[in-house]
């Protein structure tokens, strides 16, 4: 397919993956030295937001012209939802605490982001915002994995998302955005690349905000 979206998407996004793999947090994360209350914080925050991810992506989901779209988008949701639970359930149980009632600034302008393009968007442009979250993970899990040792104790995340299974899934969300990009005109294909670069930067919020363990002021 020439002219991919997703190519020159990511392209776009360099500068922004740069700063994502120099990040404090994923430094200390490679290292084995980041600190259980960081981590801990990111995973609450994580399960809050992939609840809305979800959401997204079954609204993003009931708006597909073809049978098969629709089917493999909820994929996504009942995916992200199950592969992130077990991962949650995990680290919450081995270091017994409890889920996270409030979101972050970042999560919360995140989850806000997304919802209001799988709700008023077109199905390219909401796919496009959600498309990130997939490829950003897919790429710092695969950073991190090539330099961190196994004995890591945060191996468990890095496995999940630098794992074959999540490889190929990514790759599908990818192929459905460019599919959906080469029918749009440019106004269309411009907002999703607007969409796209402001969930990236949210992804960056993300990660600064676990560093920070960063909330609202009381």
Known sequence: MKNRFSAMAFITIEPIMRAIRSHPFIVELIDGVLSRERFLFYMRQD????????????????????????????????????????????F??????????????????????????????????????????????????????????????WYKWIESYSSEAYSILVDKAVDLTDRLAANVGEEERQSMLDGFIASSRYEYGFWDDAYAMRVWPQ
């Open 47 to 90: 399960s809050l937001y992939l609840a809305e991810y979800a959401k997204a992506l079954s609204l993003t989901a009931g708006k597909m012209r073809r049978d098969n779209d629709v089917a493999l988008v909820l994929h996504f949701a009942e995916q992200a939802l199950l592969a992130e639970r077990e991962l949650h359930e995990y």
């Open 92 to 153: 919450f149980v081995e270091y017994q605490v409890t889920p996270g009632a409030d979101k972050s600034p970042a999560c919360f302008a995140y989850c806000s982001h997304l919802l209001e393009r799988a709700a008023l968007g077109a199905p390219a442009e909401s796919m496009a915002a959600l498309l990130p979250c997939f490829w950003i993970y897919r790429e710092a899990g695969n950073h991190v994995r090539r330099m961190a040792d196994s004995d890591n104790p």
